[in-house]
Structures are given as structure tokens and as C-alpha cells.
């Protein structure tokens, strides 16, 4: 009992305390707020900036060179044999495709009984044809012959054609850090960084020496006045049925009467002859060699910035340059025949080149604002060069593109941050 007097005695006096403490933060003054009067002020100010523009340059150099041939597309088969297909430039000569009904032993046409159709049997071979074409007048000979031929030709051309490429516009990205002062005048300093793409576009045309080869086969008409061209074999034409007072002869219904008339002139259905000839010349066979693709500049280097005003300033920059280029090669053979259409034949290839070299910029800026402005100034750049050539069976063509020495200008938006 005595135990639990003590321990409520304790409890009084422990709250007691606790009650005066309370009582005397109640009564002490406030907490003072700090005074931040005396720290310094912080101004935040951009040190990096984002320069988006374009960048105008003069194109690459492009000189194209280089040999090929055309060959000839037809099948004139060999020199000799009878009711070949025979395939020219200008013409062709098939099998004979005259038929016969066949007739019984009364002179009766025979009629198949699976197909109750008049049953017709190849005429007897008699060296001509009624399955042939051609194209020209020309092809013709006063002697009474049609010649046919087919062409192909040999470039030996040894000369190289040079062009340049059009100026080309590009996008212009690059990226700039101030450096400070330089040795505490008012000049600065930057570290840039950026990238262009441009395009490469060149072409051109131009008569090459060639040698010319002819292969002409000759066909008899055999004393029949030849057809005018364009012919085709087997021919016909409709005309009207006339009676004997030479009056057109009047069908039940009031129509015409009319029937169809073998026209065709037959030809001789294996060359007569066969002749081979040559010719050198720069007339015949021209040229188009063409070549397209883009190039990325990477770029990087100091910057040195002179204030001009407080908004106008200049900029010169120099540096190393990586251009990465991907071009595509195609050279176009045209033989134009003394007889039918011209003959065209192309090739193709693509490259892709890495090229160190270094690039120059001069640079005026005006601010608009702390952090916008605009630019416009001039550039230079300068690369390696390198060959891109076309190779196979029928051709050998090359073309050297040249990306040094490029000037241009650049113009766009500055972004600081």
C-alpha cells in the first residue's frame, strides 16, 4: 500500500513539470525568421547552343570514261538453212505456213470425225514463205531482194567527259559550347560540333566513237513487186463481189457481198546471201552517263566569336571535316541504226566512300534576344576524291567524283540554352 502512495506521488510531481515547461515556451518569443538579405544573387546564364540552318555548296566534280559494247537483242541463226525463224532489227523471217486440204481418192475434202473440222496438210516445199516482215523501203534492193539486218556496236572511245554538279542545298545541324574568354579580352571561345547532308547530281551526253557492225541477209522476192513497208506476211483484203455486168452483187438482208483475198507475197525462206561490214565512227552510238547520291559532312571544331555590338557579332571556325558519300553510277549506251530503232543498253553501280578532309566557316550573328538570333555567312570545305567504276561481261566504265574544294554560304537560327 505504502508502494502505490509513492508511485502516485511521483506521477504528481512529473506532471507538474511537464505543466510549467509548457507554461514557459508559451511565454517565451518567437523564432526570428533567418535573413538570406546579404547572399549574392545567382543569374543563370546559357553556355550551349543550337544552330539549325542550310548550308549551300558547290557540287561535287564528276569525270566519266570508259569503253563498252551493245550487242545485238535478234537471232539471224545461221547463214544457210530453210524455213528457220529468223529473228533482224528490222524484219523477220518465219516457217512457211501454207497448208492444203487433203482430199480423198474422189477429190473430196476429208473432214476429221473428232473435230468435224476440213483437215489441211503443209504445201509441198518450194523455198519460200508466206510468214515474214519488215519495216523500211530502204531495206529493198534495186536487184529485187529484201535485205535484213541486225546491228551491234563496239565503244572505243578513250576520251573523258568532266561536269560538276548542281549546287545543292542542304540541312545544317550543329551544336556549340562557350569556352569563356579568351586570355580575359573581349573575344570568346566555343567548341562546335555539327553535321550537313547534300546531294550529288551529275549527267551528261555525248557522241563516242564506235565501231559499227552490220550483218545483212538477203532475201529473194523472186521477180514479184515488193509490198510497201510496214509489211506483214501472211496479208489479205476484202473486197466486193461484182457480177458480170461488173455490179456489185446484193446479199438477201441488202448487204454487200463481199470475200477475202489472198494478198500475201510469198519471200524466200532462207537468205539468198550474207554479208558482214564494220564501220568506225562517233556518229552512230552516244553516251549518257549519269550520277546521283547524297554526302554527309561531319564537322568539328573551336569557334572564335568577336562582339561587334551588343547584339552583332562575328565568327570564324576551323576545322576537321568526315564526309560519308553514297553514289549511284549508270552509263546508258544508245546505237542509233542506219535502219529501225535505236538500241539502248544500261549498266549500273553503287558505292559508298568515308573521306577525311576539314572545313572552314565565317560567320555574322545577330541576337534578337539572349537566348534567339540568326546567322548568315560564308563556308568552305574540302575532301579526298574517289572512282566508282562499272564492270562486267559488256562494260567498263568509270567515274572519279572529286568533293574538294567546295564553297558555298550557310543561313539559318541560333538556339541558346
Do not use: C
Request: charge should be negative.
Amino acid at each position: 500500500m505504502k508502494y502505490l502512495r509513492l508511485v502516485l506521488l511521483l506521477s504528481a510531481a512529473t506532471h507538474g513539470l511537464a505543466f510549467a515547461q509548457d507554461e514557459e515556451q508559451r511565454r517565451a518569443p518567437p523564432t526570428e525568421i533567418p535573413d538570406f538579405s546579404n547572399l549574392d544573387e545567382y543569374i543563370y546564364e546559357p553556355k550551349s547552343t543550337v544552330i539549325i540552318g542550310v548550308r549551300h555548296l558547290s557540287g561535287a566534280k564528276a569525270s566519266f570514261s570508259g569503253q563498252g559494247s551493245i550487242g545485238s537483242a535478234e537471232d539471224p541463226g545461221l547463214a544457210t538453212g530453210a524455213n528457220l525463224t529468223r529473228t533482224y532489227h528490222d524484219g523477220r523471217v518465219n516457217p512457211d505456213t501454207r497448208v492444203a486440204a487433203r482430199l480423198d481418192t474422189s477429190g473430196n475434202p476429208i473432214i476429221d470425225p473428232q473435230t468435224g473440222s476440213q483437215v489441211f496438210d503443209p504445201i509441198a516445199a518450194d523455198g519460200r514463205t508466206n510468214s515474214w516482215s519488215f519495216s523500211d523501203n530502204a531495206q529493198v534492193t534495186p536487184d529485187g531482194y529484201v535485205a535484213f539486218h541486225t546491228f551491234s556496236a563496239d565503244v572505243i572511245d578513250t576520251g573523258s567527259r568532266a561536269r560538276a554538279s548542281n549546287s545543292t542545298n542542304g540541312l545544317d545541324l550543329s551544336v556549340s559550347r562557350d569556352m569563356g574568354r579568351l586570355f580575359g579580352t573581349r573575344l570568346s571561345w566555343n567548341i562546335t560540333a555539327g553535321m550537313s547532308v547534300n546531294d550529288i547530281s551529275a549527267n551528261t551526253v555525248d557522241q563516242v566513237l564506235a565501231t559499227l557492225r552490220t550483218l545483212t541477209d538477203f532475201y529473194s522476192l523472186y521477180g514479184v513487186t515488193p509490198p510497201d513497208a510496214p509489211y506483214t506476211a501472211p496479208s489479205s483484203s476484202t473486197t466486193t463481189v461484182l457480177d458480170a455486168s461488173g455490179n456489185a452483187v446484193v446479199n438477201a438482208d441488202g448487204s454487200t457481198q463481199t470475200i477475202t483475198v489472198d494478198t500475201t507475197v510469198l519471200l524466200g525462206n532462207e537468205p539468198a546471201g550474207r554479208d558482214t561490214s564494220s564501220a568506225t565512227n562517233d556518229t552512230n552510238v552516244a553516251n549518257r552517263w549519269q550520277l546521283k547520291g547524297a554526302y554527309y559532312t561531319f564537322r568539328a571544331g573551336p569557334t572564335l566569336w568577336v562582339p561587334i555590338s551588343s547584339r552583332f557579332r562575328a565568327s570564324v571556325s576551323l576545322g576537321a571535316a568526315v564526309i560519308y558519300s553514297g553514289t549511284n553510277y549508270t552509263v546508258t549506251q544508245t546505237l542509233q541504226p542506219d535502219f529501225g530503232a535505236e538500241i539502248s543498253d544500261t549498266h549500273t553501280s553503287s558505292a559508298y566512300k568515308l573521306l577525311p578532309g576539314y572545313y572552314a566557316d565565317a560567320t555574322l550573328q545577330y541576337d534578337l534576344t539572349e537566348r534567339a538570333g540568326f546567322y548568315a555567312g560564308a563556308v568552305f570545305q574540302s575532301a579526298g576524291s574517289y572512282t566508282q567504276s562499272i564492270t562486267n561481261e559488256t562494260a567498263n566504265y568509270a567515274t572519279k567524283i572529286d568533293l574538294g574544294n567546295q564553297s558555298g554560304l550557310r543561313a539559318g537560327m541560333t538556339i541558346r540554352f
